[in-house]
């Protein structure tokens, strides 16, 4: 079982170091002892600890040098410091010197456990402000698109990986959730970027109009063509062309889609001429592409070889770790566009943004901030400002299994417990989304996570 943590304890009374090790083990820690500050250097420099509790006078130099030296090595180590020689200038030198606490002998255990927890709440805090400052100066955008989750990492690295081939591309997902970005991305780090890059809706296009929008038609070809037109297949010679919405396309004109994609050969309407024509080929729909297939809305031959690579874009429900770094962006962009004193959000108002479901995805959210900024009426957005509501949560609701029902014989700490169990599941173990979901922060939910030894999420 994982411990509580690693504590080093420097001390020259036997005494001492045998009551701390042992009330320190039975509370779950893991404890190493040492009986010099130099000997208690030496461990450090070998060991991986996670709090020191030091004597103010050892035999070979005083506990205030010792957490100079130790905070020399690593900055982030807490360190309490013990004396029998109380003094406000003791506690003063200590604190300068960098130790998180100064505690006087004699002294109650669970006095100092208290101060110990608080020390390694605090480490674990001040890590976490480390390494999200570290994130955050990695990548977080990629050719404007927005996401910090694993799944949009994998996705960076996949266009990064295709982009500079030829590959045809399927972009699936739900509507509003970055399919055009992806496109887009792909096709600007592509060496066809300084190429035209024709876009192409195919559920938008009357049925009867799309196959002269996307290979041409000559003059007279049918009733209405007075004049040859070019075609945007055509007009994608040299750079790419997207169909968005590839299901919807008329399944009688996706054979001829097909022989232009095989044979990189196609002809008007109304001519015998054939057209040579180099493009790449992006598709996106929010269809279940082999669903579409069985549905007769997509052709088999057709599907295969437009999805040489595919791309699937998360729901954004199921990466909620992206949404407040989607919304700061927002707010940046609309506080700017509409000249708004908004700085930022409320605690409540991203507990809210984490609890919703967005059914809209990144367009929804984008929607929503760009209303809450224009009702805005401080520096903060709040709940209030947002077009949802906590009976529009369905991450609270039975509709996704999460509901608590209290036996009624359960204590406090176990309802506490399960609370606490079912939210971490239900962000699969996400922390910062938990924390948010319950409204504490994150070190204290670390805490909590220790005290009910919900190891799976540790």
Known sequence: MKTRGNILVID???PILDSLRLNLTQSGYSCTTARSGQEGIALFENGDFDLVLCDLQLPDMSGTEVTRRLREQRESIEVIIISGYGSVANAVAATKAGAFHFVEKPFEFDALQVLVERALERKTLIEESDQLRRTLQQRTTYSDIVGRSKQMQNIFEMIEAVAKSDANILIVGESGTGKELIANATHYNSHRAKGPFVK?????????LIESELFGHTKGAFTGAARDKEGLIARANGGSLLLDEIAEMPLELQPKLLRALQERVFYRLGSERPVEVDFRLICSTNRNPPEAVRNGLLREDLYYRISTITIEVPPLKERAEDVQLLADHFLSTFAGKYGKPVRGFSQAAVSSMYNYHWPGNVRELESA????????????????????TALEMPAMSAAHNNDFHVPQDMKLEEIEREVIYQTLKRTKGNKQAAANVLGIYRPRLYSKIRKYNLTEFM
């Open 200 to 208: 192409v809706n195919c559920a938008a296009l009357p049925k009867e």
């Open 12 to 14: 020259d009374e036997e």
């Open 369 to 388: 901030i760009e209303r809450a900024v224009l009702l805005s009426k401080g520096e903060f957005i709040e709940p209030t400002d947002l077009p949802f």
